[in-house]
């Protein structure tokens, strides 16, 4: 293991600095969870719903930054970053135009989309009301995530969370406004939560605009940098970000998928369902932290070239992971009754039973999430290698998962405890491909150009 402190010292500061602004992020939902929760089980499992699309496009816009993140964070450790701007600019193409495809198909087609996740009129209902408003933050929120994630490749993460934090206390107070009518406001349920977090977004967007034009000195990124850039980027920046985009994609189609099976298996399920992926989300962010930090020093230690450094940062940060996610297994399952108690007496006594069930079994799944998910998305994308996470998730979601719970659902009528465990005990699985793929060291390839071989400027 490697025995220099600063290594740890630094590490760790990236770390929580990337897990407070997952928790800051995270929160907002957890909060829309709570608060709906608290004015009707219905609204939260609504609200949960379209989440899940909102997951789906969260997954394209991570796909999307991750190409940024894996290209720049190499040219950072190289220290060349005049390409940084062009691939920022063939990222912000890309998340854009999926956002605007997921924005009309929630636009113009909301029930359909609905009753693909649940059989609940009530809950179907809520849901139609929350989509007519969320789906105009989609495009906000897809340019100022991979702005914010273009950064982080060089380092730049205090940015990220000073928007997360002001996107949450602006949530919070809206949400207390509009979805209860308090002081005056009307009661507007879930269109009042809808609002609030429209209302976030645009700050956000504003935030970081704002970052960019005053504060930010490495890059310079200006609205013409992002504009006119080199186009022969885009073979470069699609080489790297195509598999991690179909992976997210895939990835994100799957959690659709669960929701669901889950959703025709009742409204207590479906809100049982919706608490414990919050819980779930807000706790385990240190594991998150942890896996876009190594992604980012893995990739900084290989444009460098100190490949023998490599083998001692791996062995560290396997330890690193594997406690980390001991340590949130822990915590979730401890805190499973004192945040049932947050939600009042809005939650059905089965739906109460279920939620303690669901957030016991990714007590467990949450160890081999921390290990195989920082291993696969941070370590082993981080050293240029992002085709492996779409095979393997592939495979994995479609060929057992999907399938396995789809049956003990609908055809073997199992519990819905089992039906959740099937649903993610691929976290536990998934750790031995990740595992032997790591210590084949295949995954170490340079995707930056040639110091010699610069790029063609076409405007």
């Keep these: 293991m490697l025995k220099d402190k600063t290594f740890y010292k630094s590490f760790m500061i990236l770390t929580l600095s990337l897990a407070l602004q997952n928790l800051l992020t995270y929160s907002v939902n957890m909060m829309d969870t709570i608060m709906l929760g608290r004015y009707s089980q219905n609204a939260m499992g609504g609200v949960s719903l379209c989440n899940q699309v909102q997951f789906l496009l969260q997954m394209l816009v991570v796909g999307a930054g991750e190409g940024a993140v894996v290209l720049g964070s190499q040219y950072w450790g190289k220290k060349r970053l005049e390409p ?38 009530a809950v179907i209902a809520e849901g139609a009301k929350y989509f007519q408003i969320i789906c105009f933050t989609y495009v906000i929120f897809t340019v100022t995530n991979i702005l914010v994630a273009s950064l982080r490749s060089i380092g ?3 940015i990220g969370y000073v928007i997360s934090a002001s996107t949450l206390v602006i949530n919070v107070c809206l949400n207390y406004l509009l979805i209860y009518g308090n002081f005056g406001f009307p009661e507007l349920g879930v269109r009042g939560a809808a609002i609030a977090t429209l209302v976030s977004r645009c700050v956000e967007m504003v935030i970081v605009l704002y970052y960019l034009k005053n504060k930010e000195r490495r890059l310079c990124l200006t609205f013409n940098k992002l504009l006119h850039i080199d186009t022969s980027y885009i073979r470069d920046y699609t080489r790297v970000s195509s598999p991690v985009l179909i992976n997210q994609a895939l990835w994100g189609l799957a959690q659709m998928v669960q929701t669901g099976i889950l959703g025709h298996l009742g409204g207590d399920v479906t809100a049982a369902n919706a608490i414990a992926v919050q819980v779930y989300q807000v706790l385990s ?76 079994v990714l007590s467990v799944t949450t160890v081999g999430t921390a290990y195989q998910m920082a291993c696969d998305n941070g370590i082993i994308r981080g050293g240029g290698d992002t085709a492996f996470s779409a095979k393997m998730n592939l495979i994995s979601m479609w060929l057992i998962v999907v399938p396995l719970s789809a049956m003990a659902a609908f055809w073997w009528h199992c519990a819905p405890v089992i039906v959740f465990f099937l649903l993610k005990w691929d976290q536990l699985y998934k750790a031995i491909p990740v595992a032997l793929r790591l210590h084949s060291w295949k995954w170490v390839k340079k995707v930056t150009r040639p110091d010699d071989a610069p790029a063609s400027l076409t405007n």
């Design 84 to 121: 940084i701007p062009h691939i920022i600019g063939v990222a912000l193409r890309f998340g854009g135009a999926l956002a605007v495809v997921m924005f009309g198909i929630v636009l113009f087609f909301p029930l359909p989309l609905l009753h693909l996740l649940s059989n609940e009129p």
């Design 285 to 360: 962010v240190v594991a998150y932290g942890a896996a876009s930090a190594s992604g980012i020093v893995v990739g900084k230690t290989i444009g460098e070239g100190n490949e023998q450094q490599l083998h001692p940062l791996v062995k560290t940060l396997q330890i690193l992971f594997i406690t980390i996610g001991l340590c949130s297994g822990g915590l979730i399952f401890l805190l499973r009754a004192p945040i049932l108690f947050v939600f009042g007496g809005t939650l059905t006594t089965q739906a109460r039973r279920l939620s303690m069930q669901f957030m016991a």
């Design 156 to 158: 730049i993460v205090k």
